[in-house]
């Protein structure tokens, strides 16, 4: 939900402001109204909080439209300074620590380029964790639902109630369901030849 906050410079400068999580990767949002901007939309990070800049005249409607948007932007060019295999294993166990008060350990996590069908998988026995490279480029927390997807199988095995209940800790889990879902869905869309020239 955003409060209104009036800003300091002028009268059409509206800023909203969404409460801060206990979760670390939800960043305070603070949106910037001006009437000197017509059409573009544009944010950044300022300290521990996102910076959204609209135009004053847009509805509430369309600045949580666009709120969404600029974060996602955002997070997919946080996340395309690739995470290396042991950069990986510590924000693993990191969510683990956060999320399943450290429970799920696993001995080893990492990228690997033959998973074209799946985000991510698990051998609990071994103790290992695959992500598909198709996740590098995605938002954090995609790239961070899928890591604790695969670490909840190290506690439970299959997709049972328990294991849902297990990725419930986690508040993005919906959204990055979404996400996935819609790149699944994009990529069945037929391809539109190119009318200038194919």
């Not at 305070?28 to 609209?54: F, H, K, M, N, W």
């Not at 993005?172 to 194919?198: I, Q």
Request: hydrophobic share 35%; net charge positive; glycine share 8%.
């Amino acid at each position: 939900m955003f409060e209104a906050r009036t800003g300091g410079t002028s009268a059409a400068a509206t800023r909203y402001r969404r409460g801060v999580s206990a979760d670390p990767s939800q960043r305070a949002v603070e949106v910037r109204r001006s009437a000197r901007r017509r059409r573009t939309v544009s944010a950044y990070r300022e300290g521990d909080r996102t910076v959204v800049l609209i135009p004053a005249r847009m509805s509430e409607a369309e600045e949580r439209r666009w709120v969404g948007v600029m974060l996602d932007k955002l997070a997919a060019q946080e996340s395309k300074r690739t995470l290396g295999d042991a950069e990986l294993t510590e924000r693993a166990e990191r969510l683990s620590e956060q999320y399943f008060t450290g429970r799920a350990r696993p001995r080893s996590v990492r990228w690997v380029t033959n998973q074209n069908t799946r985000w991510g998988s698990c051998t609990p026995a071994e103790g290992s964790i695959r992500l598909s490279h198709r996740l590098q480029g995605m938002p954090e927390y995609v790239v961070d639902y899928v890591l604790l997807h695969e670490l909840a199988h190290l506690l439970v095995p299959g997709h049972g109630p328990r294991f849902w209940e297990l990725l419930e800790a986690y508040p993005r889990t919906e959204r990055a369901r979404g996400y996935l879902e819609g790149v699944v869905a994009a990529e069945r869309l037929p391809k539109v030849p190119d009318p200038a020239g194919e």
